[in-house]
């Protein structure tokens, strides 16, 4: 490798100038929360010494933000994060910064990239990729660029280019110890845009922020590659850290509401009642949900009662994770649960997978009306790289047009022809929401921007 181009001699002096810029590529997903994953990474490289700036692309001010950065303020590293339906426009990302920044090392990390190592570096274009958690490797791989180069070799998952082609050191089995890593640094990115913002149709309270309090998946979803990156082995952080940061950010920055972004938060039903009863203990005056939802088998009475009075109001399940045929009776009655607890519930159901038919779409439509749930996500079937419902159809015509990776575009190898899964999808979207029972929903959507908010969804999905 010829790792002379990559100087990491200090660039002048500058108070614009940082040592790492993350950056989040734009995304034609409908919502796009906060780059989470690119702040816990700032975080983690500020406290080895490095100044950080996470930019989202998704936003036009960082887009010009990185448009005007002079190549005398050029950082170190530059670090590029993408989903699978990101990518494509990632591999657009690292071409323009290779253009402007040529002597600057760009290192791509997330999911995607997780899932195919090496094949994913070499169609990005970028100089390294980080496979699985990337707190620590990032810091040893600046620490390696500005010393040893031969100390990549012993950077646990890194993917990089010598003169013979790509290396893939082998990823480390011990994961990484979740209650050692700081928290999410909202100081690396232009926060107030983020918790002003309107999530959903149901917000309480007008500032929301985010918070993930877990690692790792123990669900088998056969469509899903999450474990390619944190694992599958379920690790939850310390409760009292957790709380700690909600504090954190009620007290300092005024979020009235926090979203849980993850799908397993009461995977440790005992963790999950402490962060509930830390909560109440410390008299935090905090809404918050579950956006992403919670394995159905993981909820019982007593944790939903606790769960609704230290403040969550909205949860729901996904229809993915396990129950088999006694899923919808499961479903029925944990909706049934929330709603005596007082929570407003929602579902996630996807039409498309292979083996499904007109009918079984059918069913499940009718199913979603009857639940007695109260809001509906209904998508369509996507295999991400790194499960093994990809594996079984990668080599179909269209699996890599990542672009179409999006819960609203049909790949060609679903179980019925894209048009027609379209098409079942917007009835079913239709056949749920306008009906004479979704009046007490609509009452609740009063304020402009929630309303604006639904109408945007509704389009997205039913188009």
Request: proline fraction near 6%; aromatic fraction near 8%; glycine fraction near 10%.
């Amino acid at each position: 490798m010829d790792v002379g181009r990559f100087s990491m001699e200090p660039a002048p002096v500058s108070t614009n100038r940082y040592d790492v810029i993350l950056i989040k590529p734009a995304s034609a997903a409908f919502s796009s929360f906060p780059p989470l994953n690119l702040m816990m990474l700032a975080a983690s490289l500020k406290k080895a010494g490095y100044s950080v700036r996470v930019l989202d692309l998704c936003h036009v001010a960082d887009v010009a933000d990185l448009d005007r950065l002079p190549v005398a303020n050029s950082p170190l590293m530059f670090g590029v994060t993408a989903t699978t339906p990101e990518f494509m426009g990632a591999g657009r990302l690292v071409r323009s910064l290779k253009s402007r920044f040529p002597s600057v090392p760009i290192v791509i990390g997330g999911v995607h990239m997780s899932a195919l190592g090496p094949e994913a570096l070499e169609e990005s274009g970028a100089d390294f990729g980080v496979v699985g958690e990337g707190e620590v490797a990032a810091v040893e791989l600046l620490s390696a660029l500005s010393g040893d180069a031969g100390r990549l070799a012993g950077i646990s998952g890194l993917v990089y280019r010598d003169g013979s082609g790509i290396i893939a050191n082998r990823r480390e089995s011990t994961p990484v110890n979740v209650d050692l890593l700081p928290a999410a640094d909202w100081g690396s990115v232009s926060s107030e845009r983020y918790f002003a913002t309107p999530w959903g149709i149901l917000q309480e309270r007008r500032r929301a922020g985010f918070i993930v309090t877990s690692r790792g998946c123990g669900c088998t979803c056969t469509s899903c590659a999450s474990g390619c990156t944190a694992g599958s082995s379920f690790r939850g952080r310390d409760p009292v850290l957790v709380v700690d940061e909600i504090e954190e950010l009620r007290r300092r920055r005024g979020v009235g509401e926090i979203l849980v972004a993850e799908d397993n938060f009461t995977r440790d039903r005992d963790r999950a009642a402490a962060i509930c009863e830390g909560l109440l203990g410390r008299g935090l005056d905090i809404a918050w949900r579950t956006p992403n939802g919670i394995p159905p088998d993981t909820l019982d009475v007593e944790l939903a009662r606790l769960m609704r009075r230290s403040g969550c109001y909205l949860t729901g399940f996904s229809t993915e994770c396990g129950g088999g045929e006694a899923l919808p009776d499961m479903l029925a009655g944990k909706i049934a649960m929330c709603r005596d607890a007082g929570m407003t519930t929602f579902c996630s159901f996807i039409f498309g997978r292979p083996g499904d038919t007109v009918d079984s779409a059918r069913a499940m439509t009718r199913f979603a009306i009857r639940s007695g749930v109260d809001i509906a996500h209904f998508g369509v079937w996507a295999p991400y790289p790194g499960s093994p419902d990809f594996e079984a159809f990668r080599n179909r015509p269209g699996m890599r047009d990542w672009d179409r990776y999006l819960l609203f575009e049909a790949l060609p190898a679903s179980g019925l022809p894209p048009d027609q899964v379209k098409s079942l999808m917007r009835s079913a979207y239709l056949s749920f929401y306008l009906r004479p029972a979704r009046a007490g929903l609509y009452s609740k959507m009063l304020r402009p921007a929630r309303i604006a908010w639904a109408l945007k969804a509704f389009r997205t999905y039913v188009r």
